[in-house]
């Protein structure tokens, strides 16, 4: 279970990378300037921060933490009675919260594509797209393959164009970096932007 | 006769409930980590009904007056020009309908609120927030959906809600 978190729970400290302004997100509420109400599905952590600034854009907003049972040790999502773990994909895709097929405007999915084994992506993200109306964005954070760590930060909205985070930690990231081509295969239609950062991360539109 | 028209004084209309006053530490002794205090439940208020601790119940709610529950209810509250508050003890698995709504303990259910829903530090929502403004406190547990409507598409928004939730998963 994942509580709202809130400026308490941001652990920004001076580890902590300063917001930046999301040329993503830039582009995003440009292409979505005529639609004044937005549904948005945020895969979480939630911030208090980020669910305000969703609401007073007019937002219906789905609300549900599929990151935070995520690590690699949740028996949940793993069987090990094998020689390999092998991950329960349909076990994870139950965590997504009910949302009506074809509804949704924006998908947050932050790190997720990250933190899930690759031989679940196919799945997870054709899931994740049965959701989203034609036109619709999947909105995501995707690790460089030379960024080794910081597979727990979190990030929220100090605006509708700047992102905050939370202290790069050191743990590592479970899987190799997914790469635009990989992206390209997931997205239904391929149709995908990529925008780089300064945080060894790429934020990903994938439109449907 | 002038004592007779004293005598008829009525309380005020539908009160907003009054939380508990807090308790004054009568001893102040340092303490090895902070201990967070849990949220006051606010008391019940004269025109309030109360459900305790101990009662458990399951049907259709409806009425005009506020509604204060520390116990289980199942089924339906419709209290449309009133508040419902769960309590921290509270237990709800129900379809919530009032003019505002806070939660400080569980709700299973949608809830769909006039005014405005608040959920607590301590409270824990699953389900989908209909309302003219949310507040989510910083520690609330929340899954679900929240769509803001403004005065007089409330009702219009409702059935929209109920209709969508009967297509959801592929």
């Given at each position: ?23 993503a ?84 999915g932050w790190h997720l594509l990250d933190l899930v084994?690759?031989?679940?992506l ?16 999947l909105y995501c954070m995707l690790r460089e393959p030379?960024l080794?760590?910081g597979a ?21 990231f479970?899987y190799p970096a997914v790469t635009n081509r990989e992206v390209?295969?997931l ?5 995908v932007?990529t925008f780089l950062t300064?945080t060894g991360r790429r934020e990903v539109l994938g439109?449907? | ?170």
């Amino acid at each position: 279970m994942s509580p709202i978190k809130g400026h308490a729970d941001r652990g920004r400290s001076k580890d902590a990378p300063a917001p930046f302004t999301s040329r993503a997100l830039e582009w995003l509420w440009q292409y979505l300037r005529d639609d004044p109400q937005p549904h948005i599905l945020d895969c979480g952590p939630v911030f208090q921060s980020t669910l305000n600034i969703l609401l007073r854009r007019g937002s219906k907003i789905h609300v549900g933490d599929m990151l935070t049972p995520l690590p690699p040790d949740n028996p949940t999502f793993w069987a090990r009675e094998g020689k390999k773990p092998v991950f329960l994909t349909n076990e994870f895709l139950k965590t997504i919260p009910p949302v009506p097929v074809g509804s949704l405007t924006i998908i947050f999915g932050w790190h997720l594509l990250d933190l899930v084994p690759h031989e679940a992506l196919e799945a997870l993200v054709e899931r994740l797209s049965s959701f989203l109306r034609p036109g619709g964005v999947l909105y995501c954070m995707l690790r460089e393959p030379h960024l080794p760590t910081g597979a727990e930060i979190y990030w929220w909205m100090e605006s509708l164009t700047v992102l905050g985070s939370t202290a790069d930690t050191k743990r590592p990231f479970p899987y190799p970096a997914v790469t635009n081509r990989e992206v390209e295969r997931l997205v239904p239609g391929g149709n995908v932007k990529t925008f780089l950062t300064r945080t060894g991360r790429r934020e990903v539109l994938g439109i449907k | 006769m002038w004592w007779e028209k004293k005598a008829r004084t009525e309380a005020p209309p539908n009160p907003e409930p009054v939380p508990a006053p807090k308790p004054t530490p009568t001893v102040e002794t340092p303490m090895p980590e902070p201990i967070a205090k849990p949220p006051a439940p606010p008391a019940p208020g004269p025109q309030q009904t109360f459900l305790g601790r101990s009662v458990a119940v399951r049907g259709q709610f409806s009425g005009n007056e506020n509604l204060l529950i520390e116990g289980q209810v199942e089924g339906t509250i419709t209290l449309e020009d009133n508040t419902v508050t769960v309590g921290t003890n509270g237990q709800v698995k129900a379809e919530v309908h009032a003019r505002q709504v806070i939660v400080l303990g569980a709700v299973t259910g949608n809830i769909s609120a006039q005014e405005k829903v608040e959920i607590r530090r301590s409270g824990h929502v699953v389900g989908d927030i209909l309302s003219g403004a949310v507040a989510i406190e910083e520690g609330a547990y929340f899954k679900g959906s929240i769509e803001i409507v403004r005065e007089g598409e409330h009702e219009a928004a409702r059935s929209a809600a109920a209709s969508n939730a009967l297509e959801t998963r592929p």
